[in-house]
């Protein structure tokens, strides 16, 4: 890089400015980002970037900042997760776009993005060739089937899932209470002082509660077999 002026360089991301050496630029681990460094007139530079400040050495992409927000946790940390209530295909764009794959991504967000993907595509194929595509004629309608899949799809995201949305992360949150009581009362269930002849109102409050965790424990097993994609792991 023999052109910008002072030691720093700054980026602009979305309006969101990081300030760096020109030395960090060198082995940075987002490649669109360490190409900086090696261009060597303005025109590189904006080959790389959306636009460049001489005067201030600041460089501008057009992109989501709140996206490289977490994809600079990534490079400070070395974890990149999604950001909440953003599309994952939207936040995988972003990855791609600074340099990033999918297998950079912690584990538990690799599942919903190769869902997400295996989703897209499914609905992708189900688009006849030659066909107006949705929002023409064929506006609103859907393959016999499909909306039944895709309500079974979200089920699964949501047992299986506890990061997925807010209904996913209160059904773990219930999960775990009923677990938690549950124990409580199998434990206290064992103390002499429990099966006193006086306490036998209590004993049998404690029987209910037990059933309705079984209850519960049981219906939850059962949801969650039938969303599976593979059964016979269950």
């Known amino acids: 890089m023999n052109f910008g002026r002072g030691p720093a360089v700054v980026l602009n991301v979305g309006g969101t400015r990081y300030s760096f050496s020109r030395e960090v630029l060198k082995d940075f681990p987002l490649r669109r980002v360490s190409r ?3 261009c060597l007139s303005e025109q590189d530079v904006l080959e790389v970037c959306d636009d460049y400040d001489r005067e201030r050495n600041e460089y501008f992409f057009d992109r989501h900042s709140e996206a490289f927000g977490f994809i ?4 400070r ?3 990149l997760r999604f950001v909440p209530h953003m599309c994952e295909l939207s936040f995988y764009n972003e990855m791609i776009y600074w340099g990033l794959e999918g297998s950079h991504l912690d584990y538990c967000c690799q599942r919903r993005l190769d869902d997400r993907m295996s989703e897209t595509c499914y609905y992708a194929a189900e688009e006849p060739p030659g066909e107006p595509s ?3 004629e064929g506006k609103g309608r859907r393959a016999p089937g499909a909306e039944g899949r895709k ?3 979200r089920m699964r995201r949501t047992f299986e899932e506890p990061t997925s949305s807010v209904a996913a992360q209160v059904l773990a949150t219930v999960s775990i209470l009923f677990v938690i009581v549950s124990m409580v009362v199998l434990c206290a269930s064992t103390l ?3 099966r006193a002849p006086e306490n036998r109102s209590v004993e049998e ?3 209910i509660i037990e059933a309705i965790c079984i209850g519960w424990f049981t219906a939850e097993c059962i949801v969650r077999f039938i969303v599976s994609k593979n059964k ?3």
Do not use: A, F, I, K
């Open 72 to 75: 600079m946790l990534y490079v």
């Open 232 to 234: 016979s792991t269950c």
């Open 134 to 136: 949705r929002g023409s």
């Open 205 to 207: 409050q404690s029987r």
């Open 192 to 194: 002499p002082e429990w």
């Open 36 to 38: 900086l460094h090696g």
């Open 151 to 153: 309500w079974l799809e």
């Open 77 to 79: 940390h070395g974890h």
